[in-house]
């Protein structure tokens, strides 16, 4: 017998919260998040947290769909979570899905990347 | 990781990490990030100050005692989601922090204590002095890297070395008086023969030693100690290109180059150029040489070769984040290439 098992999702934002072009950082289930609303209107989940010393994105630069950190001007892809430049790391991605104009995330599974750990 | 970490008194505090490892605050630790570097652990820091918010920690149970509230290092977040800065708390009992720790943090050269004598002095410019303290022991340290100077009241600061490590215990400095500032005025009204304590050496803008990419240093003003004594250790191999950029706000502001004219291959493959950002200053009066701020002009000399280079600076905050925007937003250096601790 196979028992099919449901991703969880867990509810983050109204997508109202979030206009395109712009981020925010929401904690969901114990993990740092960091919805990104790309210009275009796609909606990614990222790990909210720069790996090199866990400094928040939402904090940083949002531009031309890179995000860059205030400290130490780390670049990360936001359609993708890779690293730019360091491009030896990158931003866990987080499964996501708006219904009803509700964004919502599954945090199973998922390992935010920090450097030297 | 420290097994059973070694307590100088009985009262020391023990700090336990979340899911790790634990170190002892001993009475010469200033404070929690002191005590965790001194026992071998890569706790991520860079200023030791207060400033750049690197150390920042979570203190999960017990007393702690908080040395500067209001250090610029937290942000706003930080301080909603209670977080602190190692280099401003100190443990009043046993604690236990979250902190995730980084290998490259961890110091190569273990940070001591020591009772610098301080031999000589000498002036550089109108407001830097070069001095030289003698240590008991070997001045032990990796060129590029910084002490923490600890004068009367309990006031520390940072400063970089300029010499290289040597066995006859030589820690030379060049100091920037700031004017009303506490510690650099105590340091330049010292005479040969007084004392204090340094604690060190600490940071990791500390030369790369298996690398042969050539080399960028950049200084400004307060900046100069450790590129010369990166210079000291680079420019002993002739066979490597190194230009060092240095950047004074007047012509009379100008200094290095006799640090570095007896090094080999200094006007061949080791080049000086001194910078000069207020030519309509009197003190700048008949400046031929290189003008305006000194990022600029690193990248019209240099340009796309800064991208095969090892860079390393030190200076003046608006200096420090014009380079690292330029490098790392502009030109797209490899961030692996560049080296520097950031100060505010």
Redesign the interface.
């Known amino acids: 017998m196979t028992v099919a098992v449901a991703t969880e999702f867990h509810m983050v934002c109204d997508l109202d919260e979030v206009w395109e072009g712009e981020v925010a950082?929401f904690e969901v289930a114990g993990h740092d998040v960091l919805i990104v609303h790309r210009a275009g209107g796609e909606v990614v989940a990222l790990q909210a947290l720069c790996p090199h010393?866990?400094?928040?994105l939402?904090?940083g630069g949002f531009e031309n769909g890179v995000l860059?950190c205030r400290?130490?001007?780390?670049?990360f892809d936001s359609a993708t979570g890779a690293g730019l430049?360091?491009?030896d790391c990158r931003l866990a991605r987080y499964p996501l899905r708006v219904v009803d104009g509700k964004v919502q995330i599954s945090v199973e599974g998922v390992v935010p990347f920090?450097?030297?750990? | 990781m420290t097994a059973s970490p070694a307590r100088q008194t009985d009262a020391a505090p023990l700090v336990t990490i979340e899911g790790g490892a634990s170190f002892v605050q001993n009475p010469g630790d200033a404070s929690l990030l002191q005590a965790a570097l001194r026992a071998g652990l890569g706790l991520p820091y860079e200023c030791s100050s207060g400033g750049c918010g690197s150390c920042r920690i979570q203190v999960l149970a017990g007393e702690v005692e908080t040395l500067w509230p209001d250090a610029p290092g937290l942000s706003a977040r930080d301080r909603r989601k209670g977080l602190q800065l190692a280099c401003q708390t100190r443990a009043c009992g046993d604690v236990t922090i979250k902190v995730g720790l980084d290998r490259a943090c961890a110091p190569r050269v273990t940070p001591q204590v020591t009772t610098l004598e301080l031999a000589a002095t000498r002036d550089l410019t109108r407001d830097i002095r070069e001095f030289s303290f003698r240590a008991p022991g070997p001045a032990d340290f990796i060129p590029g890297q910084y002490a923490i100077l600890r004068t009367g009241d309990g006031l520390r600061r940072c400063y970089s070395m300029s010499n290289l490590p040597n066995a006859e215990g030589i820690w030379e400095f060049q100091i920037k008086r700031v004017p009303g500032g506490a510690v650099s005025n105590a340091l330049f009204d010292m005479a040969p023969g007084a004392t204090l304590d340094l604690d060190g050496p600490y940071g990791l803008a500390y030369l790369v030693e298996d690398s042969t990419r050539p080399v960028v240093l950049i200084a400004g003003g307060s900046g100069l100690a450790p590129m010369i004594s990166l210079a000291r250790a680079i420019g002993a191999d002739p066979s490597r290109r190194l230009d060092f950029f240095y950047g004074g706000r007047t012509a009379a502001d100008i200094c290095g180059e006799t640090h570095l004219v007896d090094l080999p291959g200094f006007g061949d493959s080791l080049l000086y150029h001194p910078v000069v950002s207020t030519l309509e200053d009197p003190l700048s009066a008949g400046w031929q040489g290189l003008s305006g701020f000194v990022h600029e002009v690193v990248g019209r000399q240099m340009g796309e070769s800064l991208r095969e280079a090892e860079i390393y600076f030190a200076g003046p905050p608006p200096m420090a984040e014009a380079l690292q925007r330029m490098l790392m937003l502009d030109l797209k250096v490899p961030f692996e290439q560049i080296h520097y601790d950031r100060f505010f």
């Open positions: 950082e010393q866990d400094i928040s939402a904090e860059t400290a130490h001007l780390w670049q430049n360091p491009t920090r450097v030297g750990a």
